[in-house]
């Protein structure tokens, strides 16, 4: 009897389309998940630091499906911290007077030489001079609450060490209760102490109140950038608009995205868009 050996088969390796193993950024998707971002919090879906376990999933459900790009959770948050990052640069950056941000462009001027002598020290910063940021007052009203002060070098954190004053000893807040810091020095270093202690707090409380600040004027200036009454304004001054386009692009400019994509395009073209979306949607 002839014995007939057989080959076991490999099982076929189910490849994943390169749009979800790879993120690969650019500004139309950035700008996107930055929107999304900005709608969250305006709907105060976000915790202290980060968004809630609600605001996370709209974000990830909706950025899939307006790019069609299936990352994973962790693709879309490790690119969270990414703008977290760009937006501490680029505050870093703009503490310098030598430096300005043109919010109708993005783009960030400076003369040559501030460039050069800030680059020898941030290589960084030479995609900012580059590319600029245009998302930046979205990236504001992301991460200004979290703390505008928060940089990368020099800050003061929890846990760091503070002196009292000069020539006392230091120590390490977080080491003491407030009872045993009453009985660490005398009497003149514990009240240099509470003042110090106070201080810190008063400084705390104003960088509060000025990202609190920042937060309400970016989210000022995001919602009036691309207002209802721009977007009627442009519709009065557009030629042979019949009047059940008129009104379907009124209800149409309730919706952000709808006005941005209005007012961004050439004026030639809106007339055309409004008749393609209006028309859509009295489709069945």
């Known amino acids: 009897m002839t014995t007939r050996t057989t080959r076991s088969r490999k099982p076929d390796v189910v490849q994943q389309p390169e749009n979800q193993l790879r993120a690969?950024?650019?500004?139309?998707?950035?700008?996107?998940?930055?929107?999304?971002?900005?709608?969250?919090?305006?709907?105060?879906?976000?915790?202290?630091?980060?968004?809630?376990?609600?605001?996370?999933?709209?974000?990830?459900?909706?950025?899939?499906?307006?790019?069609?790009?299936?990352?994973?959770?962790?693709?879309?948050?490790?690119?969270?911290?990414?703008?977290?990052?760009?937006?501490?640069?680029?505050s870093l950056l703009l503490d310098h007077p030598d430096f300005k941000w043109d919010e109708a462009t993005g783009a960030i001027t400076s003369t040559e030489e501030a460039w050069d002598r800030y680059i020898k020290d941030h290589p960084d910063a030479e995609t900012l001079k580059s590319m600029g940021c245009p998302i930046f007052n979205q990236l504001r009203?992301?991460?200004?609450?979290?703390g505008r002060h928060q940089k990368q070098n020099g800050s003061t954190k929890e846990n760091e060490t503070m002196p009292c004053s000069p020539g006392d000893q230091i120590v390490k807040v977080e080491q003491l209760s407030p009872s045993e810091s009453e009985n660490y020095a005398d009497p003149a270093s514990r009240k240099r102490g509470r003042k110090g202690v106070e201080d810190a707090i008063?400084?705390?409380?104003?960088?509060?109140?000025?990202a609190t600040r920042l937060r309400a004027e970016a989210?000022?200036?995001?919602?009036?950038?691309?207002?209802?009454?721009d977007c009627v304004?442009?519709?009065?001054?557009?030629?042979?608009?019949?009047?059940?386009?008129?009104?379907?692009?009124?209800?149409?400019?309730?919706?952000?995205?709808?006005?941005?994509?209005?007012?961004?395009?050439?004026?030639?073209?809106?007339?055309?868009?409004?008749?393609?979306?209006?028309?859509?949607c009295t489709l069945p």
């Open 233 to 280: 304004r442009a519709l009065d001054q557009l030629q042979g608009v019949d009047d059940q386009v008129y009104h379907a692009a009124l209800d149409l400019f309730n919706n952000r995205n709808a006005r941005e994509t209005f007012l961004t395009l050439r004026v030639e073209k809106r007339s055309i868009w409004l008749q393609r979306k209006c028309f859509n």
């Open 141 to 146: 009203m992301i991460f200004a609450e979290a």
């Open 24 to 90: 690969k950024w650019t500004a139309p998707l950035t700008k996107t998940l930055v929107d999304l971002m900005v709608d969250q919090i305006q709907k105060g879906n976000r915790s202290n630091k980060s968004f809630s376990k609600r605001g996370w999933k709209f974000i990830c459900d909706n950025f899939r499906i307006q790019t069609g790009y299936w990352w994973d959770n962790d693709q879309l948050k490790s690119r969270y911290v990414a703008l977290r990052k760009q937006y501490i640069n680029v």
């Open 202 to 210: 008063a400084r705390g409380i104003l960088e509060m109140a000025t």
């Open 219 to 229: 989210i000022k200036n995001f919602n009036g950038k691309f207002s209802i009454t």
